[in-house]
T-cell receptor, first 113, second 111 residues
């Protein structure tokens, strides 16, 4: 069983479209995260949720909206996609925040044309 | 502003030799440091960590050294194995702040 899973693995879409990426963890963790790895290879935190509540929201355009229907799921919805949104998006989870080990999903490779 | 820097994008090492991956940081508030390993088409996986109260942490073939005065840490892998070939990310934080990652170093272990 995959601990942290993401769908889809690949996403190719046109500029201006709206798309969602789903994330699920079966580890019973309280905290979930979204990271973006851009073309320069930096892995940067976007959002963090603890028990369905938003606790970290880094400087991310408001076209990006995370949604946590329950503590096992954290989905990422992106409106009006732009070329610069092309990146690999990783979901992660940890028992709690802070120094707890984070477990990452396999990533979603988004390409905006 | 890169708070965590991995200045070597790649490193090649012979199987059986030591691999040394380096990481520098600028934020003196960081007090917890981690190394993650990433294979292609997979997410990063936790490898080893160290708190700022220590200067060394060892786990099997992997040892992390921390030099707080130089704001430098390194990951030693000995002996290196072909299965160690991956991208290694250094990360740091303080308290409950988000992890800050470096750009990664691609290690190739040549048989």
């Amino acid at each position: 069983d995959t601990a942290v899973s993401q769908t889809p693995k690949y996403l190719v879409t046109q500029m201006g479209n709206d798309k969602s990426i789903k994330c699920e963890q079966n580890l019973g963790h309280d905290t979930m995260y979204w990271y973006k790895q851009d073309s320069k290879k930096f892995l940067k935190i976007m959002f963090s949720y603890n028990n369905k509540e938003l606790i970290i929201n880094e400087t991310v355009p408001n076209r990006f909206s995370p949604k946590s229907p329950d503590k096992a799921h954290l989905n990422l919805h992106i409106n009006s996609l732009e070329l610069g949104d092309s990146a690999v998006y990783f979901c992660a989870s940890s028992q709690r925040g802070g120094r707890e080990t984070q477990y990452f999903g396999p990533g979603t490779r988004l390409l905006v044309l | 502003d890169q708070q965590v820097k991995q200045n070597s994008p790649s490193l090649s090492v012979q199987e059986g030799r030591i691999s040394i991956l380096n990481c520098d940081y600028t934020n003196s508030m960081f007090d917890y440091f981690l190394w993650y390993k990433k294979y292609p088409a997979e997410g990063p996986t936790f490898l080893i960590s160290i708190s700022s109260i220590k200067d060394k942490n060892e786990d099997g073939r992997f040892t992390v050294f921390l030099n707080k005065s130089a704001k430098h840490l390194s990951l030693h892998i000995v002996p290196s194995q072909p299965g160690d070939s991956a991208v290694y990310f250094c990360a740091a934080n303080s308290g409950n702040t988000p992890l800050v990652f470096g750009k990664g170093t691609r290690l190739s272990v040549i048989a």
